[in-house]
């Protein structure tokens, strides 16, 4: 495994992290407070001004904030009508548009270039190649080890302290007994293991007629495919499989029902004296996008993604409503993302982004995503930020908001989230984040800080839309490929030694990066 980082970081030597400091600290503002957590730019006054904020909400309420992400899958930046998108689009957003206008909208929100990562970071705080979830767990894939047996994931701290803990639809972080939501730390878990086209592909004669219209070749599927069914898990407790999908007209409506099962919920933890984390994971619009049978031709395209779209769009919402309905609106931190960019080898069947690539990869399209947070008489209304926000961070800032601390976290390994509750909550909050760092797998690829981005590897298609299926991972050769994301937000012209001055600035911050698994070697899974 040693070998395998190693390798990875041919490009960036290893060297020692004082040096590294040194010569990245006139430009590099942040401070490391802990040698195993990612250093943060300092704003004493802000944080004490949020945390100040937050006291005075706990003694109005009584309680610690309820806590929900909204996760869509693999929604592009472009999509949202407030990033661009929507009804200019043939697909309108109305409720995400309205949420943005009535919260903070970021345009540097970062996830991890594939769902399974974005999805083990979010709940770890930590970089998938650190847990060893460095890509989607497949049909037909054996693992050597289960990545969560030694994670403290987030349901599990708030779960500690106090709070009712539940994840609605899809998981997609190991179906196998101890990987489950219900077996690493989530009270509840109601939804489907696996993304949509691993469930469907098995009864869609339509786009896998060599497989399903084949027996021998259904025999050996049957074999290895993925759990099919609608799971209902508790911790401790059963595990059930309530329905299985049995069609592509179970497929489109899968997302309603899990809609309306997170409304009951709401209604029902409303009622509870203790604080709630629901994190709801959307099936769509992940390819293979079905139409669901009661609202064919939902969007103004008519095209299945599009209709996807604004379902979800729907479904948020009636969340949203529900949670007001509740009289919960104004004690809930709510957050709007995608877990990764658009999947461009599904077109038609694939979102929109204004930026270079596209899911699979650490160009802008693949990992910049829409990043909407909401709280009612918290954040102001029509703040946006360009700041940069990794959600990795949304780990950190629910700790933050349960009154957890990093000393609740061991010592023997390193954490990669940023607490941004006093960006957020406060009205002219300044980001705590200064750099973001791509992964592909096991290949450090790329980092950003301010407005500055420096490639040392990068996908190449061979092919329009093809950045996964017909793409290769290049080295750059002979300097990095650094841009100004200001004025080339596509990354179609590197500045190197042109038109910037902190080309060794930059690479140094990778070497900082690089220099923190010497200490604290990544997990290896088998994957």
Known sequence: MKKTIITAFLFIAFIGINMQRTNAQKFDRSVRTAENFEPSIPHPEQ?????????????????????????????GYGDPGCYGGGA???????????????????????????????????????????????????SGDKITANPWEDEISLPTLLSNAGYNTILTGKWHVGELEGMRPQDIGFDEFYGYYSAPKEISQGVDWHRYPDLTMNPDYMKTFNEIKTNTHLIHGFKGGKTEEVSEVKSLEDMGRADQVLADFTVAKIAEFAK?????????????????????????GLSKAKYQYKNAVVEVDMHIGNIVKALEEAGVLENTFIFITSDNGPQMDAWPDGGYTPFRGAKGTTWEGGVRIPGIAYWKGMITPGRQSDDVFDLMDLFGTSLRLAGVSNDKLPTDRYYDFIDQSSFLFNEDGKGNRESVYFWWGKELMAVRIREYKQHIKVV?????????????????????????????????????????????????????????????????IGL
């Open 272 to 296: 509870s004296d203790k604080p709630f984390f629901l994190e709801h994971a959307f099936l769509k619009v992940h390819a293979d996008n079905q139409d669901n049978p009661d609202y064919r």
């Open 460 to 524: 190449i298609p061979s092919a329009p839309h093809m950045w996964i299926d017909y793409a290769t991972i290049q080295n750059v050769g002979i300097a990095p490929w650094t841009f100004n994301l200001y004025i080339d937000p596509k990354e179609e012209m590197p500045v190197g030694h042109r038109r910037t001055a902190w080309l060794a600035t930059l690479g140094a911050q990778l070497k900082v990066h690089a220099a923190t698994f010497k200490k604290y070697p990544p997990k290896n």
């Open 88 to 138: 200019a689009i043939g697909a309108a957003t109305p409720n995400m548009d309205k949420i943005a206008a009535e919260g903070l909208k970021l345009t540097s929100c970062y996830s991890q270039q594939t769902c399974t990562p974005t999805r083990a970071a979010v709940l770890t705080g930590r970089l998938p190649i650190r847990s060893g979830l460095t890509r989607p767990i497949l």
């Open 47 to 75: 944080d004490k001004a949020a945390a100040e904020k937050l006291a005075d909400l706990e003694k109005k309420t009584g309680k610690k904030p309820n806590i929900v992400w909204i996760i869509v899958d693999d929604m």
